[in-house]
């Protein structure tokens, strides 16, 4: 497999997509903020069984960023990402300046609400991030203009919302989700692990374990949500997390679900902090 083509705006990467769309070649597109890992492989491998072109986004986007989270100290690895690529088959790279995809700069931006899903929970700690994330990712789609998006369920949340984005705009697009790629301890893979200590990163799965004790307790019957939820947030404060939230939500509309509701689909997620380095994960769950 060869190197995939890096574009860096918007003309550049219009020509060669009219190419494309000439030739009746669909596009899969797989959005990110560089940094990749095998989780983000995992999704170009996923994208390559599903169009024959793939293109990567990579860009940190400011504006999902808040003030005082980690933008300027956001990894930039542009060189290794493109050789990481390199035999997965990707067609392209757009990885566009700022100005690129904001012309109007970022203050003047148009933005994206999407009510309800962007304010609770991740939504609740991060307030604005979730308008960030669908304002950016609709202008990727805008300018890639691909059959399907694909998006990892490790950012369970920010999978809704954009389906919820793609419904309610009608955009002519398919939104794929990957189930999470883990280290064999249960770690979610991510990019922020990096920032764990190594005695942090022995402690890390302890989250996922958390989350898989709620489904055991579903899976035995338990339906009252409230307890399971604040016994798991005791439990990660016992060992020495700061948790946001644990919550058994509906798995497609992370609505508060009703306990007599059967058949019933539920996500399990979860987001603490382990010192500094905030950390999330979800488990789905169906009751048979
Ligand atoms: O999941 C991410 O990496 C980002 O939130 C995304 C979807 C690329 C938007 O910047």
Known sequence: MSRPVLVRERGALEEILSGWHRLGESVALVPTMGNLHAGHHRLV?????LAPRVV????VNPTQFGPNEDYLRYPRTLERDLQGLEPLGVDLVYAPEVADLYPLGVRGAVRIEVPGLSEILC????PGHFSGVATVVLRLLTAVRP???VFGEKDYQQCALIRHLVRDLALPVVIDRVPTLRDPD????????????????????????TLRAIVDALEAGSRDFLQLERDACARLEDS?????????????TLAEPDPHARPAAYRVLGAARLGTTRLIDNIGWRQS
């Open 240 to 252: 020495g997390w700061s948790p946001d939230y644990v919550a058994i939500r509906a798995e497609e």
């Open 45 to 49: 491998e996923r994208a390559r069984e």
């Open 123 to 126: 939504g609740a700690s991060r």
């Open 147 to 149: 059959g399907v998006a």
């Open 56 to 59: 990567v986004s990579i860009f």
């Open 186 to 209: 249960g770690l979610a893979l991510s990019s922020r692990n990096q920032y764990l200590s190594a005695l942090e990163r022995h402690e890390a799965p302890f989250l996922y374990r």
